[in-house]
């Protein structure tokens, strides 16, 4: 059988970090390590070999026990039923002397190898790191669950950003993140749930500037910045005391720009030790900051087309105009609340369709709008009409709406339209007719005022006034006067007559 030399020989050649035990439970003794695992965790053979396998890995102090029981239980199914054993994801952080200490995971593969009367002599175990993967797919996972959160109504930015902030310090406990928003050049905390309150409060409303800390210049110069050791860094030097008071000594920032080349917020990563990022870290911080540039940038979206839409709303009320759609086939209706309001209705309790719409038309003008609608369907063409519609409340109010049809591969799928209420439109211009009738009727009678002063008046005038004259003249007898005089009575008589009419046109 091979002899421990010839073991080592073919276990140095592996890729994959091993080591070799005894089946001396529950100890299990080190009694090889391959050259792999020895760079993995940049340490010597004689740190291990000779000791019991939980005697070289000790219980971590933040492990609840879990990984050495899976171990150990690795072993003893080997030793008890001589087969491989396989761990698909063990949590265990294999320090090394380059590398901080974080959690990191492994894919552990357990065998035996056996004497010739079938014993197990020795147990090799493998280890291949899968952290990158592991953290890649729970990543992908946070991702997720942040976008579905997103789209939920009624969950505020803060709630969403501080969702995002707690799940990738799950993902790398030692990492203390932070998202602060960018508006009107200042600083404002917007998810900084790990960092310690009286310090967000300090940097609260901070101007930007190209040296003020690692956010408020990545913001201000739009770039990555990266600061490994706050205490002695330029950028940090009116600030470093801050930071270090609450033993912040590195910090990382990416600035989140939208599509316009605005910064929105900044995203930065804080550490308790002087620290350059890894390219693990970088990754996180690129991808990061792209899925919080899609959400803030949705959000900024989401807010403009919420205002747009309520000053639609605004405006469609304000002017009495309402919308409509009509799904053609399925006979479904949709209404602006604003064309719930002109036609008197509870949109709760109002169900469009079609029918119920005609059924709420003026009785006269129901086949006019039905001939108007069918042509539109039938000649796909736009239409214009005005109508009457009957609010349940008994008022009558004039509409002037417009049909446009959708068509797909030329079948009719979908009418639009919108209505305006000219009601009060419509009022005036009645008002307007009844004044210009009004100013009619008097300029008639002020046409026959003036007939009456030219023919009326005149004519018992002009004869008064010779009577007059006549009467004045000293030549004229007393049978003359006489004569004279009754003629003056008949046209004093007539001319009082012809003003009493004058007056009584003037009163109607």
Request: glycine content about 4%.
């Amino acid at each position: 059988m091979l002899n421990l030399d010839d073991i080592e020989y073919i276990f140095n050649s592996l890729p994959t970090a091993s080591i070799i035990v005894e089946p001396d439970a529950p100890y299990f003794t080190v009694v090889a390590v391959n050259r792999t695992f020895l760079e993995i965790v940049n340490a010597e053979r004689e740190d291990f070999v000779g000791k019991g396998f939980f005697e070289g890995f000790p219980v971590k102090p933040d492990d609840d026990g879990h990984a050495r029981a899976s171990i150990k239980g690795a072993f003893e199914e080997v030793l008890a039923h001589k087969h491989r054993h396989h761990i698909k994801e063990h949590r265990y952080d294999l320090e090394s002397g380059t590398q901080e200490s974080h959690l990191r995971y492994w894919k552990v593969d357990t065998y035996p190898l056996l004497d010739d009367d079938g014993s197990v002599k020795y147990i090799i175990q493998s280890s291949e790191e899968i952290t990158l993967n592991k953290r890649s797919n729970d990543f992908a996972l946070l991702e997720k669950e942040v976008l579905a959160l997103n789209a939920k109504p009624g969950v505020s930015t803060a709630f969403v950003l501080t969702y995002y902030v707690n799940g990738i310090e799950a993902l790398f406990p030692q990492m203390k993140c932070s998202i602060m928003q960018v508006k009107n050049n200042r600083l404002y905390g917007w998810a900084t749930p790990s960092l310690p309150a009286a310090y967000s409060q300090q940097i609260e409303g901070l101007e930007i500037g190209e040296n003020v800390g690692s956010c408020g210049t990545s913001a201000f110069l739009q770039r990555n910045i990266i600061v490994s050791d706050i205490e002695n860094d330029t950028r940090w030097a009116s600030f470093a005391h801050v930071a270090l008071q609450y033993n912040l000594r590195a910090c990382w920032s990416q600035p989140i720009i939208n599509s316009e080349g605005v910064v929105m917020a900044t995203f930065a990563i804080y550490y308790h030790q002087v620290k350059e990022p890894n390219a693990d870290e970088l990754s996180i911080i690129e991808r990061a900051s792209s899925l919080l540039q899609v959400l803030l940038e949705n959000r900024q979206y989401a807010e403009l087309l919420n205002d747009a839409t309520l000053l639609m709303t605004q405006g469609q009320e304000l002017a009495h105009f309402g919308t409509w759609s009509w799904d053609i086939q399925n006979n479904v209706v949709k209404w602006s609340d604003s064309l719930f309001s002109i036609y008197g209705l509870n949109k709760d309790e109002f169900k469009a369709t079609f029918e119920g719409y005609q059924e709420l038309l003026h009785p006269d003008d129901r086949k006019f709008v039905y001939d108007k609608i069918q042509n539109v369907l039938r000649t796909h063409q736009d239409t214009e009409f005005e109508e009457r519609i009957i609010r349940p409340d008994g008022e009558l109010r004039y509409l002037k709406s417009w049909g446009k049809l959708k068509l797909e591969n030329g079948l009719p799928v979908k009418m639009i339209g919108a209505c305006l209420d000219i009601t009060q439109v419509m009022q005036d211009i009645q008002e307007r007719t009844n004044y210009i009738h009004t100013i009619e009727q008097q300029n008639h009678q002020l046409r026959d005022i003036a007939w009456a002063q030219t023919h009326l008046v005149r004519a018992p005038l002009a004869r008064i006034m010779g009577i007059v004259e006549l009467l004045s003249d000293s030549d004229t007898d007393a049978p003359a006067e006489e004569k004279l005089l009754a003629y003056l009575d008949v046209s004093a008589k007539e001319l009082d007559k012809a003003i009493k009419q004058i007056i009584s046109k003037i009163r109607k």
